[in-house]
């Protein structure tokens, strides 16, 4: 839904970083994602591919990163 709505935004294309392949099914995650930019103006196209994507994308969380790692509290 996210690419979509970036292409009716009037973006031209979309970037899809690596955390992709911290999704359950990064194959048919990405598939969907190809399909969401292709038809971003066709509702049921949308509909269908979001449909049983799995686990999403996982992210970190900020208690995992040791502070010298943290970009907010690093400099001077």
Do not use: C
């Amino acid at each position: 839904a996210d690419a979509a709505m970036m292409m009716q935004l009037g973006a031209e294309g979309v970037f899809v970083g690596s955390g992709i392949f911290k999704s359950g099914d990064p194959a048919q995650r990405a598939a969907a994602i190809v399909k969401a930019v292709t038809f971003y103006d066709d509702p049921d196209v949308l509909a269908r591919v979001s449909r049983g994507l799995g686990e999403p994308m996982v992210g970190i969380n900020v208690e995992e990163i040791a502070a010298s790692h943290r970009l907010a509290e690093r400099g001077w």
